[in-house]
């Protein structure tokens, strides 16, 4: 195990009926005048916005609303939320969503406080500060909620790159796993998979000697190999929604990643997916993680053993992957590139934008370094 360092301050508050407390969180971590920050109107139609605002009015909480994050955030908007919290003098960001609505919020919060152009903390620079942000979440996912990442989309060129840091950790998040029973099949779907990628994501390292980080893990995996089939059977079943939601914000505040190096090739290749065909995240993953499992497979084929029989419940490295996949499709995921509305035309502009966006040198580095060649390879696998 290597060295590190943990520190995850996130208030978490769990339950049913949890987002009544918004306005009395906002006012413990000091917000005075709020930005409540939401994507397409989910949260309009379920009534949360208005039980949210309620709670805010109880505090004694002002605040200005600015709906239509798109998933897949971008930039658009995020500028058009810097312009309101200077114009308004907010000091406190609510996202009311999803990761996409989380992330325009730390997106806005680090950009209102920052003279240059936003999208700078996006293509390397360090964020010193952000305004305060919590969360109120409607879909077990992203693992925003607990993280100090946001991801947007530029939309000149459709670049789809992410930033990093502690000051856009939220102070705070309400997770109540009963929002989340309206969300479509598909959506859920695609949330159960971003948090399985999350956990494969940590699980592929490099460190030796990570037992407790391997088996935290095998350990959620295992607890969305069983809970993910009950809720596409019964959007209803509370039990499984609690036991996923919690899931999902463990598997990506990093307190199963720790001391372990980690490898996020497949979320690099995928957001070159979800950038160009604006498919949702997690189908994208879908789509990429088997590929590139099998492909970079032989580098250490005893962590796919040990996946495979910890988790699956299979022998070898390969029908640990044919499990994967097929658990994928059995929920309703996509498993080729024509599925996300791709084609064989569009490999060279992926790999070209994969390997030399976002300041790299040809190539992208992780479990294995894939250069050109190899990226180029996997895109034609998924075909
Ligand atoms: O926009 P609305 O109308 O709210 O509808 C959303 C959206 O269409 C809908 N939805 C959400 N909750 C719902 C609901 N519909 C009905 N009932 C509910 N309770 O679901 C759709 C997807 O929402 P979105 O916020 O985009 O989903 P998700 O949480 O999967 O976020 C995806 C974004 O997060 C980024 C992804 O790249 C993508 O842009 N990621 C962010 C990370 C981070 N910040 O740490 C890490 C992840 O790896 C990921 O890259
Ligand atoms: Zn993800």
């Given at each position: 195990?290597?060295?590190?360092?943990?520190?995850?301050?996130?208030?978490?508050?769990?339950?049913?009926?949890?987002?009544?407390?918004?306005?009395?969180?906002?006012?413990?971590?000091?917000?005075?005048?709020?930005?409540?920050?939401?994507?397409?109107?989910?949260?309009?139609?379920?009534?949360?916005?208005?039980?949210?605002?309620?709670?805010l009015?109880?505090?004694?909480?002002?605040?200005?609303?600015?709906?239509?994050v798109?998933p897949?955030?971008?930039?658009?908007?995020?500028?058009?939320?810097?312009?309101?919290?200077?114009?308004?003098?907010i000091?406190f960001?609510l996202?009311?969503?999803?990761?996409?609505?989380?992330?325009?919020?730390?997106?806005?919060?680090?950009?209102?406080?920052?003279?240059?152009?936003?999208?700078?903390?996006?293509?390397?620079?360090?964020?010193?500060?952000?305004?305060?942000?919590?969360?109120?979440?409607?879909?077990?996912?992203?693992?925003?909620?607990?993280?100090?990442?946001?991801?947007?989309?530029?939309?000149?060129?459709?670049?789809?790159?992410?930033?990093?840091?502690?000051?856009?950790?939220?102070?705070?998040?309400?997770?109540?796993?009963e929002?989340?029973?309206?969300?479509?099949?598909?959506?859920?779907?695609?949330?159960i998979?971003?948090?399985?990628?999350?956990?494969?994501?940590?699980?592929?390292?490099n460190?030796?000697d990570?037992?407790v980080?391997?088996?935290l893990?095998?350990?959620?995996?295992?607890?969305?190999?069983?809970?993910?089939?009950?809720?596409?059977?019964?959007?209803?079943?509370?039990?499984?929604?609690?036991n996923?939601?919690?899931?999902?914000?463990?598997?990506?505040?990093?307190?199963?990643g720790?001391?372990?190096?980690?490898?996020?090739?497949?979320?690099?290749?995928?957001?070159?997916?979800?950038?160009?065909?604006?498919?949702?995240?997690?189908?994208g993953?879908?789509?990429?993680?088997?590929?590139?499992?099998?492909?970079?497979?032989?580098?250490?084929?005893?962590?796919?053993?040990?996946?495979?029989?910890?988790?699956?419940?299979?022998?070898?490295?390969?029908?640990?992957?044919?499990?994967?996949r097929?658990?994928?499709?059995?929920?309703?995921?996509?498993?080729?590139?024509?599925?996300?509305?791709?084609?064989?035309?569009?490999?060279?502009?992926?790999?070209?934008?994969?390997?030399?966006?976002?300041?790299?040198?040809?190539?992208?580095?992780?479990?294995?370094?894939?250069?050109?060649?190899?990226?180029?390879?996997?895109?034609?696998?998924?075909?």
């Open positions: 195990m290597e060295n590190f360092t943990f520190y995850s301050p996130t208030k978490f508050v769990f339950g049913k009926g949890t987002e009544s407390e918004a306005g009395s969180l906002v006012k413990a971590f000091g917000g005075s005048k709020v930005l409540i920050h939401y994507g397409g109107g989910s949260v309009v139609r379920s009534g949360l916005l208005d039980r949210v605002k309620k709670s009015d109880e505090a004694g909480v002002s605040y200005t609303e600015l709906g239509g798109k897949n955030p971008r930039s658009g908007l995020v500028y058009e939320g810097i312009e309101i919290c200077r114009q308004n003098d000091d960001i996202a009311v969503g999803g990761g996409s609505a989380i992330d325009s919020s730390k997106a806005i919060a680090a950009g209102t406080l920052y003279d240059g152009d936003f999208w700078d903390f996006y293509c390397g620079k360090p964020i010193e500060r952000a305004l305060p942000v919590g969360t109120v979440l409607t879909i077990a996912a992203a693992g925003s909620e607990g993280s100090g990442d946001s991801v947007i989309t530029k939309e000149e060129g459709m670049y789809k790159r992410g930033a990093g840091s502690e000051a856009i950790r939220p102070r705070f998040s309400i997770l109540n796993p929002l989340t029973t309206t969300l479509p099949p598909y959506q859920t779907a695609c949330g998979t971003d948090i399985m990628a999350h956990l494969y994501e940590r699980y592929l390292t460190s030796k990570v037992e980080t391997d088996r893990i095998e350990a959620l995996l295992i607890t969305m190999k069983n809970e993910g089939p009950k809720v596409i059977a019964d959007p209803l079943d509370y039990q499984a929604r609690a996923i939601m919690w899931a999902g914000t463990m598997a990506h505040t990093n307190s199963c720790v001391g372990r190096s980690q490898d996020w090739n497949s979320h690099n290749i995928e957001h070159e997916l979800s950038a160009l065909y604006d498919c949702a995240h997690g189908a993953l879908a789509v990429t993680m088997p590929v590139v499992f099998k492909y970079v497979m032989d580098h250490d084929k005893k962590r796919f053993e040990q996946a495979a029989q910890r988790v699956w419940g299979v022998e070898t490295a390969e029908e640990g992957i044919e499990a994967f097929s658990f994928l499709t059995s929920i309703g995921m996509p498993s080729t590139l024509g599925e996300l509305g791709g084609s064989r035309e569009d490999i060279p502009t992926l790999v070209k934008n994969l390997c030399y966006g976002d300041g790299r040198d040809g190539t992208i580095s992780g479990f294995v370094t894939l250069n050109e060649d190899d990226c180029t390879r996997i895109y034609q696998m998924m075909l």
